[in-house]
């Protein structure tokens, strides 16, 4: 795809200063601009090179003043990096909008679906389905029995959305996402072999949630697994049966989060961290990367370590731990002062 330099200028409302019919076809950094890509300049750091970059355009702030000859064409807006966002927004828009059944998909009948429907090769659409208005499921994706997705929702290539499942509007499903299976239920018998407690509840995504690569939500045992409006789940991140993320909460990668947890709304939760089942997680929580977690947090705590401290009080024991070899060798040494020249004898 093609764009010249005053359409984009009228994406972005912004100026055109060069040559208005200039044409990109890619994005490129600054530093590494060649001939039809389109880069931005927001840093004050890479100001020199918008004097060698080989770019055909770039934007730049409206206060922006070359000091020398340039090759480049401008287009001034307000705030080039803000603008440069809105087109990086708009061009995944345009890339990924893709429309139309392709051959070796199946999709069972009774199937309803809205306008723009995108089905990839090699994916499956179970009974009972609704899928809303521009929704894209690429290739090798599996929609089981009686799932529900709204508007303007992405599954990515390999996904797999199991049955009564039901997910919002505006979602992103990334590849290898597993959305719906068996929660951990199992329960001892007198043989002290373990017997699966059948999982027959489901999962509820609300709208504007992403889930990023690989990660899995079990659905739950009775009820749901409810993953909040506006909650980013980072790659490989295991939730569990019965969980329930708030509002707006976001999780990084390789976190996990054991059964019948509820999370507040805009929590923040860093990599590898572990979260033990049936706790209260307050709003507002921030809890640093490896921390584990085995007890309710109220809102507004930030943790760290594991188990878990307050985070001032992790970095203060943080200090002392580190010492601690020089402080041992400093009691043994006072001990040895005490033996050899005791200053008080027993005179009793």
Do not use: W
């Not at 307000?78 to 999709?107: C, R, W």
């Amino acid at each position: 795809m093609k764009f010249t330099a005053e359409q984009i200028a009228g994406i972005l409302e912004g100026e055109v200063v060069g040559n208005p019919n200039a044409e990109v076809s890619k994005l490129s950094k600054i530093e590494e601009g060649e001939d039809g890509s389109l880069t931005f300049l927001a840093n004050p750091k890479y100001i020199n090179y918008i004097y060698t970059t080989k770019a055909t355009v770039t934007i730049v702030n409206d206060s922006f003043i070359p000091e020398q000859d340039i090759t480049t064409t401008l287009i001034k807006v307000e705030d080039a990096y803000a603008a440069f966002s809105k087109l990086l927004h708009f061009y995944n828009q345009v890339k990924l909008n893709k429309t139309g059944i392709e051959p070796q998909s199946f999709m069972s009948e009774g199937t309803k679906y809205g306008e723009n429907l995108y089905l990839g090769s090699f994916s499956y659409i179970g009974q009972n389905v609704v899928l809303g208005d521009n929704v894209k499921i690429y290739p090798n994706s599996f929609i089981g029995d009686n799932v529900v997705i709204g508007d303007n929702v992405f599954i990515f290539a390999g996904a797999k959305i199991y049955s009564e499942t039901v997910i919002g509007n505006n979602c992103t499903i990334h590849s290898g996402v597993i959305i719906g299976a068996d929660g951990f239920g199992f329960a001892p018998n007198e043989n002290g072999e373990y017997s699966k407690v059948p999982q027959i509840g489901n999962v509820i995504i609300e709208d504007n949630v992403d889930v990023g690569a690989n990660t899995t939500i079990d659905r739950a045992t009775l009820g749901s697994t409810i993953i909040r409006k506006g909650v980013k789940l980072d790659n490989q991140i295991m939730i569990a049966h019965n969980v329930e993320i708030g509002r707006n909460t976001v999780i990084a990668a390789q976190s996990g989060v054991a059964g019948s947890t509820k999370i507040g709304e805009n929590c923040m939760i860093g990599g590898q961290v572990g979260i033990a089942g049936h706790l209260t997680i307050g709003n507002n929580v921030r809890l640093q990367a490896q921390s584990g977690v085995a007890r309710n947090i109220k809102d507004d705590e930030v943790l760290q370590g594991t188990p878990s401290l307050g985070y001032t009080d992790f970095n203060k024991s943080y200090v002392h731990f580190k010492n601690l070899p020089k402080i041992v060798a400093q009691v043994e040494e006072l001990k040895k002062q005490i033996i050899i020249n005791p200053k008080n004898g027993n005179n009793g």
